[in-house]
Nanobody, 130 residues
Framework: QVQLLESGGGSVQAGGSLNLTCKAS????????MAWFRQVPGKEREGIAV???????SYPDSMKGRFTISQDSAKNTLYLQMNSLKAEDTAIYYC????????????????????????WGPGTQVTVSS
């Protein structure tokens, strides 16, 4: 059974940085898309970045510049480095994954959309105070 578990959230002053971690386990296929999303109460989940099993990554235009997604495949771990944080970055941050057999692999959509991901972590709270 696939499990994702985020960590690294917390409270930080505006202008500060955080590095979120997502540990994955229980998956069968080595081809995948993994992504970070965030959500504030009353709003839809928003895609931040996506990375593929081949290491390629992409970001929505609104997320370029302050967020960096990376992975350590040997450790089955996904990261999100967040810099120059702002109060409006306050949200619950989720990692998500979609694992597919290699013969069905078509790459990852450039903009992560929540309905495309089958597996989710419980989320980690990030609070940025101004």
């Amino acid at each position: 059974q696939v499990q994702l578990l985020e960590s690294g959230g917390g409270s930080v002053q505006a202008g500060g940085s955080l590095n979120l971690t997502c540990k994955a386990s229980g998956y069968r296929y080595g081809t995948y898309c993994m992504a970070w999303f965030r959500q504030v109460p009353g709003k839809e989940r928003e895609g931040i970045a996506v990375i593929a099993s081949d290491g390629s990554s992409s970001y929505p235009d609104s997320m370029k510049g302050r967020f960096t997604i990376s992975q350590d495949s040997a450790k089955n771990t996904l990261y999100l480095q967040m810099n120059s944080l702002k109060a409006e970055d306050t949200a619950i941050y989720y990692c998500a994954a979609d694992f597919v057999p290699a013969n069905l692999w078509v790459g990852c959509p450039a903009v992560p959309v929540q309905y495309e991901y089958n597996f989710w972590g419980p989320g980690t709270q990030v609070t940025v105070s101004s």
